[in-house]
């Protein structure tokens, strides 16, 4: 009994062997990393801004990256990830881009004292294949705040898309790099004019 017990196991051992663990892809995480604005010589305002940490409206607070194949429904790719949420992300962008043309850019809530704060809010980032060719939509949202007299100085939706090289996930992470570039620009200088104009 103990000779076909042992020989049964065996069998059954070596075909186990015969038969490997399927594989799992890996996920692969991506940037939002577009390089700061840089402003010409001369235009920079004396005031200090603070900046709040970026929100996000509902389907786009997750590192999940978004795509859409058809009006008003959101599909999240599988195995392609943002490193962070994007919100979360655009937060050191938004401070590198600003830096140049304010005294002073500072976190909020933070212990200095500003003069201005700057709102925003991520209201799409997302691969559009509903149309050709596949583009990426991103539109922000951003508020300037007099923290002295606690009034809306100025209010922008910025709204940029970009063709996607090719239809794949690093294919959308590569147009939205680009347009997060413009979107960084004119912010700088929608920021700039309302300070100044304040």
Request: aromatic share 6%; hydrophobic share 45%; proline share 6%.
């Amino acid at each position: 009994m103990n000779k076909y017990c042992t020989m049964a196991l065996t069998i059954l051992l070596a075909g186990c062997t015969a038969f490997s663990a399927p594989k799992v892809e890996s996920t692969h995480l991506y940037l939002l990393d577009a390089r700061p604005v840089i402003v010409a010589e001369g235009k920079k305002s004396t005031q200090i801004l603070a900046i709040s940490m970026p929100v996000s409206r509902s389907g786009y607070d997750t590192p999940q990256m978004a795509y859409q194949r058809q009006p008003l429904e959101l599909e999240y790719f599988a195995t392609h990830r943002w490193a962070d949420t994007p919100a979360r992300m655009l937060m050191p962008l938004l401070m590198q881009a600003l830096a140049p043309n304010f005294s002073a850019v500072v976190q909020a809530p933070g212990t200095i004292p500003a003069n201005l704060r700057l709102d925003t809010e991520l209201i799409q980032l997302q691969q559009n294949f509903t149309t050709k060719p596949d583009r990426i939509q991103l539109t922000l949202r951003a508020q300037l705040i007099d923290l002295k007299d606690k009034r809306v100085v100025a209010v922008k939706l910025f709204d940029e898309s970009e063709n996607i090289g090719s239809d794949d996930a690093y294919g959308g992470v590569v147009a939205a790099n680009r347009a997060l570039q413009r979107v960084l620009a004119q912010l700088a200088e929608f920021c700039l004019n309302a300070s100044a104009s304040h």
